[in-house]
């Protein structure tokens, strides 16, 4: 079985990261449930376009955010749980062309099981069995593409159920959400 899986806001705690980078650098505490929505400018920060969020946060002392994030918890034990099963896990990430470099070094700090890394925006077009996100655009994406796949949301402040969609709560749960769909 091939699951993909996304990065950020899924294995990848990209609020973590970005909020207290936010914090040292404009003094600004910004709460995971203060993050209701998809999207990263105005309210939620001083940036007034998302352009302006990613402008600062591709260079922050000579490298992106994406440089130093922190694993979810038991994001990678559940990973390797998959992998010992005989699955595959397949990277689907539609970060920019600059953050790859820091990804490629974070996947491997970080032990991440994978052979297969895409970096793309049309994630529904890498055949998978399963594809867990958390992005609602993917999610939606996915249902319409590939309905007859699982898809999984993982399930955060700012993304809403889904149609169609399993909801994954916490990743010691993976396991079992996959056996009750009997895959
Ligand atoms: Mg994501």
């Known amino acids: 079985m091939r699951i993909g899986v996304d990065l950020d806001g899924v294995v990848a705690d990209f609020t973590t990261g970005w909020t207290t980078q936010y914090y040292k650098d404009f003094g600004k505490q910004i709460n995971e449930s203060d993050i209701t929505e998809w999207g990263l400018a105005s309210p939620l ?7 302006d969020f990613w402008n600062w946060a591709k260079d ?11 694993v979810y918890e038991d994001s990678v034990e559940a990973l390797m749980e998959q992998i010992h099963f005989g699955n595959e896990i397949i990277i689907l990430s ?21 052979k297969e890394i895409h970096f793309t925006e049309d994630k529904w077009k890498i055949d998978c069995d399963v594809y867990i996100d958390d992005a609602p655009h993917q999610l939606k994406s996915f249902t319409k593409k590939t309905n007859e796949k699982l898809i999984i949301r993982f399930v955060r402040s700012y993304n809403r159920p889904i149609e169609g969609v399993l909801d994954l709560h916490h990743w010691k749960d993976l396991t079992s959400l996959l056996e009750s769909q009997k895959l």
Not at 45 to 51: L, N, Q, R, S
Not at 60 to 70: E, Q, T, V
Not at 108 to 114: A, H, Q, S, V
């Open 45 to 51: 920060t001083h940036f007034k376009k998302e352009i």
């Open 60 to 70: 922050i002392n000579g490298n992106s955010i994406f440089r130093h994030l922190p």
């Open 94 to 114: 539609s970060k920019p062309w600059w953050s790859i470099n820091d990804t490629l070094l974070w996947l491997g700090e970080n032990k991440i099981p994978t």
